[in-house]
């Protein structure tokens, strides 16, 4: 059994609970107050402010993630910090850099178009990055009576492709176009959250279904426990090459079997996450975050197993978004 089966395995519905029950998780709110401004706090200590954080579905690991990062760091940091469900990737960017959030979960893809200012974005975004998190796992989940067995098969299906401005939109409407497909003209796309995505591929509404996600995902957990005998992984490795021509970040992965008590593994697209901050985050706020952050992943682990995958080597791997000095500093520190 490989380390991530072993990972995913260990994550239960009480561990959902638990981070769902954390003070750091609700809705988007008006910001108590502003975040520091550059230049304030001192060496690698964030100075008491409240933050919040942009996270994504309430049913998706980045809510779950979030909830618990918020949590650590109101308990050991002078911040008070409160976790948002947000649509993901595009909108926590354009949202981020308006203020209203401080911190944001972003597939890096997504921030990659967002420093370079293509895909989404029409200019460049002053955004920073704490650091690479977790991989997410291209998740496309179909019925197995729709004749569906390639992406280039949902021609003339009905395909929901996540929230709108989510970076699982943007994947899948770039596996579509990999595909020779039109994603406005050959599907039906429905651009509906995770959870109603899942109840439309349970009641046959919805053909199939794009998510990118940690594993596990658990509403994907709880389709595959209660519908397995109608629902099925397609392979979509044949269009990395395609994929590449729009980011070279995306790679070849593994969504293990047990992960979802699958028949067997099935290949996938992977993607790095990261956490982004403004250009103009203080660097003590941000070293003192990610000391928080990378110097606790057991506590963050218990919550969901995707955080074992945070590594501080690792974290630094943001390019081509600069990471913010701060977090630098942290990171090297916690590496050594």
């Known amino acids: ?81 409160t976790a948002a469900e947000t649509g993901a990737s595009v909108q926590n960017i354009e949202q981020l850099v308006a203020g209203d959030y401080d911190i944001a979960f972003s597939l890096a893809d997504t921030a990659a178009d967002a420093i370079q200012g293509t895909g989404s974005f029409s200019e460049e975004q002053p955004i920073a990055a704490l650091g690479r998190i977790h991989t997410n ?53 429905q651009r509906l959250d995770l959870s109603s995505s899942v109840d439309g591929l349970r009641n046959g509404n919805i053909d199939a279904i794009f998510w990118s996600g940690g594993l596990p995902t658990p509403n994907i957990t709880e389709l595959f426990t209660t519908d397995a005998g109608s629902v099925e992984f397609i392979d979509i490795t044949p269009l990395l090459d395609g994929m590449h021509e729009f980011s070279p970040v995306y790679e070849e992965g593994t969504i293990p079997a047990d992960t979802y008590g699958l028949d067997g593994d099935v290949k996938t697209i992977i993607v790095p996450n990261m956490l982004l901050v403004r250009d103009d985050m ?55």
């Open 1 to 81: 059994m490989t380390t991530t089966t072993k990972r995913a395995i260990g994550f239960t519905a009480a561990a959902l609970a638990t981070a769902l029950a954390l003070t750091g998780c609700g809705g988007q709110q008006q910001r108590a107050a502003e975040s520091p401004e550059a230049g304030s706090g001192d060496g690698c200590t964030a100075p008491a402010a409240q933050l919040t954080i942009a996270t994504g579905n309430s049913t998706g690991v980045y809510y779950v993630l979030g909830g618990a990062i918020a949590d650590l760091l109101s308990s050991d940091t002078e911040l008070r910090v």
């Open 137 to 189: 796992s291209t998740q496309v989940i179909v019925r197995k009576d729709a004749g569906i067995a390639s992406v280039e098969d949902m021609k003339g299906k009905t395909v929901s492709t996540g929230s709108p401005k989510s970076g699982t939109e943007v994947i899948a409407n770039r596996l579509l176009e990999a595909a020779g497909l039109d994603p406005a003209a050959d599907v039906s796309a």
């Open 282 to 336: 203080d660097d003590a706020t941000a070293c003192g975050i990610d000391t928080a952050i990378w110097g606790n992943i057991d506590r963050l682990e218990q919550v969901h197993a995707s955080a074992g995958e945070f590594d501080p080597e690792t974290a630094q791997q943001t390019d081509p978004v600069p990471l913010n000095k701060g977090a630098e500093e942290a990171l090297k520190e916690l590496a050594e």
